[in-house]
């Protein structure tokens, strides 16, 4: 039984817990209530100037920034709680792994509470439920960004001496715009190392291959899809989270909990949480976010309808070792009267095989056998292949759904507790983890006083209308593959091998694949202002070489694009369409005002090709352009009126240092 949300309890739930032993939360030194502010230890906010915007920095293993010059714990700028970005080059930053020590005590050491709590009630921020893919991105980002958080995953631990589970990878497909989100953390490295990448899809049908898809047109340095295991994809995010102190408590399970959105309590979130041994918690937190799965218990006690059908049809799964003439440098799609065929290489000749099956062949009581999956094969595929090493077998069925909301008062969903959809082109972790990267910079500012409330609404603004394309895409695909009509079959061999021909079509196609091309310019975040070049307000930031300048600098340096975008904070972009040409604006003063903001200046290389590339992409004429965290465009404004736009659009969504201090003297008084 659950407890009711917005308040609502369950009283056979309430006298349950009051006849049993409760373990109440653990005592954190670094955790505040929502409307607390978080300062530096032995620090106010008290001067706007005592960031030095020459201070060099450097980014660890995930993405945070630490000091070049102290080897004690990171700390963070005294204007603000995030901290600059130092402009060393990507690979350095991959080199580069956060000392345990430090990571041990860089919460502690960085952060103290304000705000008069007491200290039986403290909560830390944030209560992540669900420890997957999902759920370790939101506490890696948020853990580097300061925010304590708490992260609960309700499947135990096995015992110390069990043997390690078989490998039962669901997603397995990490794409381009992942990777460039994993390498600005310093994580892709490491992916890259383990991981297969494909260059490209191969479509079959009628006894032929019908057409071919290259990922080389992908506009990013990942121009290919990177097969890896969930289970390597999860060891990496939790040995970067274990970095940064983040244990998860496995085996404990959220059961019920309430929000009133009412009270002014600033913790307004309470769970009831179950340990292993079965003893039921009652733990609070100004924040929830739910990244528990298909089967999410907060998405059910919120009552949210998870819209969309199941399909009809059953599918075979298993990973195992092909012999033959089956290419590994792509992966392969079976379209064809017997139904549906897809084999996706994880390298060393050992692919994941997904495949269609009539209900008759489905057996209840057994996995799919060798034998079976073998069958499937040579009645789908012309090109001659040999099965073995079986090492797990499931049958399941797609589900297609989503939620309308991803924010309810203080909790927020993301990946597959908000969005399930068809394994097709690989894009459901990917949108999990962009969910989570997407919400964590606002949420942290929200905690931290910098940034008002208003800011987490554009969380679902702008990731709702991606998931919902991506069930829209993943649906038609899967209809269309599956199809058994043979006035579909017959449209798709004869017209396939055309169109697999078209130039813009093998650009555009892997281009949306890849989620590179996700942008969010219809987002009340992305303010356009006019310039000549093609990047607009809510686009991505592609990577491209550039001389750059940081801050009051007086020395151009050639970098790459990615290298100088901090993933902590805001970066404004200041384009001069040559070294030579001088801004006409200090806007190291102007948005001064908000420690969120670092200012870099960025002209084209002498080189004719990457010039001709930055002016296509920035243009040809003087101004601005402000990039959110996760690496997408706020603001854009040219020279005319950007700085006065720019300010407006600050003051919008950003808090001056003046009113996070008064907001955090008005804390200390209760």
């Given amino acids: 039984m659950l407890l009711g949300g917005d308040g609502a309890t369950a009283a056979p739930l309430q006298s349950l817990l009051q006849s049993l032993p409760v373990a109440r939360s653990p005592v954190a030194r670094s955790a505040p209530p929502a409307c607390a502010l978080f300062r530096r230890t032995g620090r106010s906010l008290q001067d706007p100037g005592a960031q030095n915007e020459h201070d060099v920095r450097r980014r660890d293993a995930v993405g945070r920034p630490r000091s070049a010059s102290s080897r004690s714990a990171p700390r963070l700028a005294s204007r603000g709680s995030i901290s600059a970005h130092d402009p ?54 948020l853990s580097r960004l300061g925010i304590p958080v708490r992260l609960i995953e309700k499947v135990p631990a096995p015992p110390p001496a069990a043997a390690p589970p078989p490998e039962r990878s669901r997603a397995i497909g990490v794409q381009a715009r992942t990777l460039e989100l994993m390498e600005m953390r310093g994580l892709s490295e490491e992916m890259l190392r383990i991981g297969h990448p494909t260059a490209g899809v191969s479509v079959y049908g009628g006894g032929k291959r019908l057409f071919h898809l290259d990922f080389s047109h992908i506009d990013s340095r990942y121009h290919y899809l990177l097969f890896i295991s969930q289970m390597e994809t999860e060891r990496i995010l939790r040995e970067a989270i274990e970095k940064l102190g983040v244990a998860i408590e496995r085996g404990v399970e ?37 990244a528990e799965g298909a089967h999410s218990a907060v998405r059910a006690t919120l009552d949210l309808h998870f819209e969309g059908r199941t399909m009809d049809e059953t599918y075979a799964l298993g990973d195992l070792h092909v012999d033959g003439d089956l290419a590994e440098d792509d992966f392969h799609i079976f379209s064809t009267e017997y139904g549906f065929m897809g084999l996706f290489p994880l390298g060393h000749r050992r692919f994941r095989i997904i495949a269609g099956v009539p209900p008759s062949k489905v057996r209840k009581d057994a996995a799919p056998a060798m034998a079976d999956l073998q069958a499937i094969y040579d009645e789908r595929s012309p090109v001659p292949g040999r099965f073995s090493d079986l090492r797990w077998a499931s049958w399941f069925r797609i589900n297609s759904r989503m939620v309308p909301h991803l924010r309810v ?73 599956t199809s058994r009509r043979p006035v579909v079959r017959g449209l798709l061999r004869h017209l396939a091998p055309s169109l697999g021909g078209v130039r813009p079509l093998q650009r555009i196609v892997p281009f949306r694949i890849s989620q590179v091309a996700i942008a969010y310019r219809r987002s009340p975040l992305s303010a356009h202002h006019g310039r000549a070049g093609r990047l607009r307000a809510g686009d991505r930031v592609p990577d491209l070489p550039v001389l750059s300048l940081v801050g009051h600098g007086d020395a151009w340096q050639e970098r790459r694009l990615f290298g100088l975008l901090d993933p902590s904070r805001f970066t404004l972009l200041v ?41 296509a992409i920035f243009g040809r004429s003087r101004g601005v352009l402000l990039v959110r965290p996760d690496g997408y465009v706020g603001f854009v404004g040219d020279k005319s009126a950007s700085a006065r736009h720019l300010e407006s659009y600050c003051r919008r969504w950003l808090r001056t240092w003046q009113e996070a201090r008064a907001l955090q003297q008005q804390a200390a008084l209760g």
């Avoid at 959105?261 to 976010?289: C, F, M, N, Y």
């Fill in 409 to 481: 008062g203080r909790v927020l969903l993301g990946g597959d507790a908000a969005h399930i959809h068809s394994p097709a082109a690989g894009q459901g972790m990917n949108t999990g983890i962009q969910d989570m990267i997407n919400l964590a910079w606002k949420l942290a500012l929200v905690i931290q006083g910098q940034a008002p409330e208003a800011l987490l609404d554009t969380y679902e603004q702008e990731r709702v209308p991606v998931a919902r394309y991506v069930l829209r895409k993943t649906e038609r695909i899967t209809d269309l593959m």
């Fill in 575 to 615: 384009v001069h369409p040559e070294a030579s040409d001088a801004a006409s604006v200090d806007w190291c003063e102007a948005v001064r005002p908000w420690p969120a903001i670092r200012v870099v200046g960025i002209a084209p290389l002498s080189d004719d090709a990457a010039r001709a590339r930055f002016h």
């Fill in 254 to 290: 959220l059961v019920g909990f309430e929000q009133d959105a009412r009270t002014s309590d600033p913790s307004p979130v309470k769970a009831t949480l179950r340990h292993p041994d079965g003893r039921l918690e009652q733990a609070q937190a100004p924040w929830l976010i739910d």
């Fill in 88 to 141: 060393s080059s990507i690979s350095d930053i991959q080199r580069r792994i956060l000392r345990s020590e430090q990571a041990r005590s860089a919460v502690a050491a960085t952060f103290e509470w304000h705000g008069g709590c007491e200290r039986r009630g403290m909560s830390i921020p944030v209560l992540i439920v669900g420890a997957g893919p999902t759920g370790m991105t939101a506490a890696l980002e």
